[in-house]
């Protein structure tokens, strides 16, 4: 995550600590499933960084996945971060457009603000 | 338009329940009707706040700034009915509903879809007509409203009057006790305590309503009271429930969308072609009494598209016959002359007389359906009848020529057709609908138009960056002293009176600095980070270089997760500071590096180490750089030198977090709130922690309390609905989304 400078690299950072946790790893084996992030600084598909979520074995990477990820969601920086933290609904952000999915509809269904550790404030 | 719609009607009055909301809304207009002419009520009971008259204010503003008084006209109106039936329907619809395709086969039972329709109709069906627009229930309670009102301005105790059952919901009496009670303090301001109590007490003794209410002691007044409610209303608006209402909307109108010849053959089938012309000419009187409104167009517009497109695909000649002479033409505007016309027929305004249209009394309320039957008496059978039984009784081919003829004979003849044609209502409109171009060509604007306001309603709710966004309703604009006021309710601990007093402050002097930055720093507190950012913002500016303001600004941005910005201000803070100021290069660097600023840091740390606001933004540089072990010690340094210093404690504790030793963290929360009992951000951070253990029954109790003392505190709210779904508390998710805090508190004590 380092050398990023999206501010989901600082929440997927922070996921990839909580993965070590025993809710983290409750969320794992819960979920189980791999998802990869595609995330666009500002426009979906502009400047990519790729990351990737999996709850199979409980880490976040960056890179693409080897392999096939259950499902890869594509999305801004901060429409992540609204997703990720409660503000948007992950419905209505793939309604808008604001999400785009690849891969399992049922994976993708899995995929909601609860799997995501949330950051405290200084 | 029509999501405007949807959004205003529900955000205005979806918390409170329509039928409150109207009397109020007239209470209020009677109220400011009379005391926007010369009265001004100077004194607020209890309190030392001047309170400005309402020709201050202007006369127009009051009347937008009550509770329920907003746009009164449209509340009853078919947005609300609709959005507050999504928000009933709720968040019960899930992810897989949208995310299905819908050519699926578990989605395209008929049945399912059957039941959508039918539950969209029966909803907003009864909620369109002139029943609850008029409805006895509120002329009533505004007629009881206004004899307290007016009993209240003469002095004399208030005589009840026996009212029939109102059959008020809880939450309308719970409006009506606490708003009564408001205005009531406003109105009787010269009176005493005892006489405005008694007054209310009768009032919502003769609505039958619990008078269990406590009047608010003075500080805490009418205002927070109002200002709750005030949010509610709003909060609808901005956050869960439209989500939902939205979610649940989309995917029905997905559905339909996608299917509606199947749409169309199911209901059919289930009310016969008889139920269908006739339930769609109820829905043109019931959307023509919405009338002008374009939300009224469109809906009938979707109406009469699935018209359009059954017609057009059902090839049998019945229907062949409305294709040639309904000349239409494909256009928004023409389309909606047409509904006009009904809409206009159906509130009277023009009569069909003699084959001409005619401009009508306007007074007469009922629909098309009746207009057509009286005027064409001779036709026992209302056209749509007559329809149906054609079609049963006779065989298909020859229907068009006894339609014809039925039509003659019942006084109708083609001109009633031309008139549909001079309007200008066209055939393409029902060819459009047979390609299939349905779906994506109407869905693709409607979504953008959603998307629109959803951002629309973002910027509304204060989440433009920068903007400082000032509270609506504020009883210390005109105070002699709001800044020492603001001071003083900072050091109590009451931050959300705190905000609204510096508030006053900066609005009569914006060139504080002092009154930006302790206005910047109680919204940090109150865990409003975006807030806090847009007051500190005006703080530079008008005083650019002071530190603690450079510093509030970096932790801001840090905990906003804008590294960027956060380590710009961090490195000002440095080339500011009258003994490091040396050590930094003083030209200005758009965007230091990192590394560097912290190098810089740290020799500032050798050359003094005894000052805690070097270790203190060390500790804030490490968290950025995400080197969470130093900044731990960094931060524990700091406090050996501040041991008093809640927000550093705090500080300490959201690294400990960030960093999943949440444990520790809570210890450090713990002090925190020990020094400052009223410290949101640490109540909200105490929730975290224990959500991000997996203790969620726990952290609902913590986010709780935070929202309770700051009912604004968006991230707090947020994260209360996450915990509540995970710790299986569905049930409670409702008063979540409608903010209602007495609930939430009774059911999560602390």
Redesign the interface.
Request: a negative charge; aromatic letters at 8%.
């Given at each position: 995550?380092?050398g990023s400078?999206l501010?989901s690299a600082?929440?997927l950072?922070?996921m990839r600590?909580?993965m070590?946790?025993?809710?983290g790893k409750?969320i794992a084996k819960k979920v189980g499933l791999v998802y990869q992030f595609n995330i666009a600084p500002k426009k979906i598909g502009v400047d990519e960084e790729i990351f990737v979520v999996d709850l199979k074995k409980g880490e976040v990477t960056k890179g693409p996945y080897e392999g096939k990820p259950d499902a890869t969601f594509s999305f801004t920086d901060s429409d992540f971060?609204s997703i990720a933290?409660?503000?948007?609904?992950?419905?209505?952000a793939?309604?808008?457009?604001a999400i785009k999915?690849k891969g399992s509809?049922s994976a993708?269904?899995k995929f909601?603000?609860?799997i995501f550790?949330?950051?405290?404030?200084? | 338009m029509a999501m405007r719609h949807l959004i205003t009607g529900q955000g205005n009055c979806a918390p409170d329940g329509a039928s409150s909301s109207n009397p109020f809304g007239n209470l209020a207009n009677a109220i400011f009707g009379q005391s926007s002419k010369a009265q001004s009520i100077k004194e607020l009971p209890g309190s030392a706040v001047n309170v400005p008259t309402t020709s201050e204010l202007g006369t127009a503003a009051p009347l937008s700034t009550i509770p329920g008084s907003e746009n009164e006209f449209k509340q009853d109106q078919l947005p609300l009915a609709r959005g507050a039936d999504f928000i009933r329907g709720g968040p019960s619809h899930d992810w897989v509903e949208s995310f299905r395709p819908p050519g699926l086969p578990e989605f395209a039972v008929p049945d399912a879809q059957l039941k959508e329709f039918e539950q969209i109709f029966n909803s907003t069906g009864p909620t369109f007509g002139p029943p609850v627009m008029d409805g006895p229930p509120q002329r009533v309670l505004s007629g009881v409203l206004r004899s307290f009102l007016a009993s209240g301005q003469a002095g004399v105790p208030f005589q009840p009057v026996p009212v029939p059952a109102l059959g008020l919901s809880e939450s309308d009496k719970q409006c009506i006790r606490d708003r009564s009670c408001i205005m009531a303090r406003h109105i009787l301001a010269d009176q005493p305590e005892e006489y405005i109590q008694a007054q209310v007490n009768t009032l919502l003794h003769s609505l039958d309503i619990d008078s269990n209410y406590r009047m608010k002691g003075p500080m805490h007044g009418p205002y927070p009271e109002m200002e709750e409610y005030w949010n509610q209303s709003q909060s609808a608006m901005r956050s869960g429930p439209m989500h939902n209402a939205a979610d649940k909307w989309i995917t029905e109108f997905g559905k339909q969308n996608n299917n509606p010849e199947e749409w169309a053959h199911s209901f059919e089938q289930q009310y016969g072609s008889n139920g269908w012309a006739s339930e769609f000419e109820q829905h043109q009187s019931q959307m023509a009494m919405t009338g002008g409104m374009n939300m009224a167009n469109l809906a009938a517009m979707e109406q009469s598209r699935m018209l359009a497109q059954t017609l057009a695909s059902n090839n049998d000649p019945k229907f062949q016959v409305c294709r040639i002479p309904l000349n239409i033409e494909h256009s928004m505007e023409e389309n909606s002359k047409f509904f006009q016309f009904v809409s206009k027929m159906s509130r009277g305004e023009l009569i069909i007389e003699d084959n001409q249209v005619k401009q009508g009394s306007a007074s007469q309320s009922s629909g098309w359906a009746d207009e057509f039957q009286t005027q064409y008496n001779a036709n026992a059978n209302s056209w749509a009848d007559q329809f149906v039984h054609e079609e049963m009784s006779q065989g298909a081919d020859k229907w068009a020529s006894e339609f014809s003829t039925e039509y003659n004979q019942g006084g109708l003849n083609e001109n009633w057709i031309d008139e549909f044609s001079k309007m200008r209502v066209d055939d393409e409109w029902a060819e459009e609908f047979s390609g299939g171009t349905f779906g994506e060509s109407s869905a693709d604007p409607w979504v953008d138009e959603f998307q629109n306001q959803l951002s629309a309603s973002k910027q509304n709710s204060g989440a433009s960056r920068g903007v400082y966004v000032f509270s609506d309703m504020n009883p210390y604009v005109g105070h002699p002293n709001p800044m020492q006021e603001g001071q003083e309710l900072f050091r109590k601990g009451l931050l959300s009176e705190a905000v609204l007093a510096l508030e006053a402050e900066v609005l009569k002097n914006p060139d504080n600095a002092e009154g930006w930055r302790l206005l910047g720093v109680t919204h940090a507190e109150n865990d409003d980070d975006q807030q806090a950012i847009a007051a500190m913002m005006r703080a530079q500016e008008a005083d650019p270089t002071n530190l603690e303001v450079l510093l509030a600004l970096g932790v801001s941005h840090t905990n906003e997760l804008e590294q960027g910005e956060a380590l710009r201000y961090l490195h000002r803070w440095l080339q500011n500071h009258p003994k490091y100021g040396g050590i930094a290069p003083p030209q200005p660097t758009d965007s230091p590096y990192g590394p560097d600023v912290i190098r810089l840091f740290n020799e500032a740390a050798q050359m003094s180490p005894e000052d805690a606001d070097v270790h203190i933004v060390l500790g804030v540089l490490y968290n950025l750089s995400r080197e969470y072990d130093k900044a731990i010690a960094a931060f524990k340094t700091a406090l050996q030198l501040k041991p008093q210093d809640y927000s550093l404690w705090n500080k300490l504790g959201a690294t400990q977090a960030n960093s999943i030793q949440s444990a520790d963290a809570i210890l450090a929360y713990q002090q925190a709130l020990d020094l400052k009992p009223n410290y949101v951000r640490a109540w909200a951070n105490m929730g975290i922690s224990y959500a991000n253990q997996g203790l969620y029954e726990d952290s609902i109790r913590y986010y709780v309390r935070a929202v309770a003392m700051n009912p604004k505190a968006d991230n707090a709210w947020q994260y209360l609905r996450i915990s509540l779904s995970n710790a299986s508390r569905a049930d409670m998710i409702a008063a979540c989304d409608s903010r209602n805090l007495d609930v939430l508190q009774k059911e999560f004590p602390l």
């Amino acid at each position: 995550m380092d050398g990023s400078s999206l501010k989901s690299a600082q929440l997927l950072e922070q996921m990839r600590l909580h993965m070590a946790t025993d809710a983290g790893k409750d969320i794992a084996k819960k979920v189980g499933l791999v998802y990869q992030f595609n995330i666009a600084p500002k426009k979906i598909g502009v400047d990519e960084e790729i990351f990737v979520v999996d709850l199979k074995k409980g880490e976040v990477t960056k890179g693409p996945y080897e392999g096939k990820p259950d499902a890869t969601f594509s999305f801004t920086d901060s429409d992540f971060l609204s997703i990720a933290t409660g503000k948007m609904n992950p419905q209505i952000a793939f309604i808008r457009g604001a999400i785009k999915i690849k891969g399992s509809i049922s994976a993708a269904q899995k995929f909601t603000p609860d799997i995501f550790p949330k950051p405290s404030k200084l | 338009m029509a999501m405007r719609h949807l959004i205003t009607g529900q955000g205005n009055c979806a918390p409170d329940g329509a039928s409150s909301s109207n009397p109020f809304g007239n209470l209020a207009n009677a109220i400011f009707g009379q005391s926007s002419k010369a009265q001004s009520i100077k004194e607020l009971p209890g309190s030392a706040v001047n309170v400005p008259t309402t020709s201050e204010l202007g006369t127009a503003a009051p009347l937008s700034t009550i509770p329920g008084s907003e746009n009164e006209f449209k509340q009853d109106q078919l947005p609300l009915a609709r959005g507050a039936d999504f928000i009933r329907g709720g968040p019960s619809h899930d992810w897989v509903e949208s995310f299905r395709p819908p050519g699926l086969p578990e989605f395209a039972v008929p049945d399912a879809q059957l039941k959508e329709f039918e539950q969209i109709f029966n909803s907003t069906g009864p909620t369109f007509g002139p029943p609850v627009m008029d409805g006895p229930p509120q002329r009533v309670l505004s007629g009881v409203l206004r004899s307290f009102l007016a009993s209240g301005q003469a002095g004399v105790p208030f005589q009840p009057v026996p009212v029939p059952a109102l059959g008020l919901s809880e939450s309308d009496k719970q409006c009506i006790r606490d708003r009564s009670c408001i205005m009531a303090r406003h109105i009787l301001a010269d009176q005493p305590e005892e006489y405005i109590q008694a007054q209310v007490n009768t009032l919502l003794h003769s609505l039958d309503i619990d008078s269990n209410y406590r009047m608010k002691g003075p500080m805490h007044g009418p205002y927070p009271e109002m200002e709750e409610y005030w949010n509610q209303s709003q909060s609808a608006m901005r956050s869960g429930p439209m989500h939902n209402a939205a979610d649940k909307w989309i995917t029905e109108f997905g559905k339909q969308n996608n299917n509606p010849e199947e749409w169309a053959h199911s209901f059919e089938q289930q009310y016969g072609s008889n139920g269908w012309a006739s339930e769609f000419e109820q829905h043109q009187s019931q959307m023509a009494m919405t009338g002008g409104m374009n939300m009224a167009n469109l809906a009938a517009m979707e109406q009469s598209r699935m018209l359009a497109q059954t017609l057009a695909s059902n090839n049998d000649p019945k229907f062949q016959v409305c294709r040639i002479p309904l000349n239409i033409e494909h256009s928004m505007e023409e389309n909606s002359k047409f509904f006009q016309f009904v809409s206009k027929m159906s509130r009277g305004e023009l009569i069909i007389e003699d084959n001409q249209v005619k401009q009508g009394s306007a007074s007469q309320s009922s629909g098309w359906a009746d207009e057509f039957q009286t005027q064409y008496n001779a036709n026992a059978n209302s056209w749509a009848d007559q329809f149906v039984h054609e079609e049963m009784s006779q065989g298909a081919d020859k229907w068009a020529s006894e339609f014809s003829t039925e039509y003659n004979q019942g006084g109708l003849n083609e001109n009633w057709i031309d008139e549909f044609s001079k309007m200008r209502v066209d055939d393409e409109w029902a060819e459009e609908f047979s390609g299939g171009t349905f779906g994506e060509s109407s869905a693709d604007p409607w979504v953008d138009e959603f998307q629109n306001q959803l951002s629309a309603s973002k910027q509304n709710s204060g989440a433009s960056r920068g903007v400082y966004v000032f509270s609506d309703m504020n009883p210390y604009v005109g105070h002699p002293n709001p800044m020492q006021e603001g001071q003083e309710l900072f050091r109590k601990g009451l931050l959300s009176e705190a905000v609204l007093a510096l508030e006053a402050e900066v609005l009569k002097n914006p060139d504080n600095a002092e009154g930006w930055r302790l206005l910047g720093v109680t919204h940090a507190e109150n865990d409003d980070d975006q807030q806090a950012i847009a007051a500190m913002m005006r703080a530079q500016e008008a005083d650019p270089t002071n530190l603690e303001v450079l510093l509030a600004l970096g932790v801001s941005h840090t905990n906003e997760l804008e590294q960027g910005e956060a380590l710009r201000y961090l490195h000002r803070w440095l080339q500011n500071h009258p003994k490091y100021g040396g050590i930094a290069p003083p030209q200005p660097t758009d965007s230091p590096y990192g590394p560097d600023v912290i190098r810089l840091f740290n020799e500032a740390a050798q050359m003094s180490p005894e000052d805690a606001d070097v270790h203190i933004v060390l500790g804030v540089l490490y968290n950025l750089s995400r080197e969470y072990d130093k900044a731990i010690a960094a931060f524990k340094t700091a406090l050996q030198l501040k041991p008093q210093d809640y927000s550093l404690w705090n500080k300490l504790g959201a690294t400990q977090a960030n960093s999943i030793q949440s444990a520790d963290a809570i210890l450090a929360y713990q002090q925190a709130l020990d020094l400052k009992p009223n410290y949101v951000r640490a109540w909200a951070n105490m929730g975290i922690s224990y959500a991000n253990q997996g203790l969620y029954e726990d952290s609902i109790r913590y986010y709780v309390r935070a929202v309770a003392m700051n009912p604004k505190a968006d991230n707090a709210w947020q994260y209360l609905r996450i915990s509540l779904s995970n710790a299986s508390r569905a049930d409670m998710i409702a008063a979540c989304d409608s903010r209602n805090l007495d609930v939430l508190q009774k059911e999560f004590p602390l």
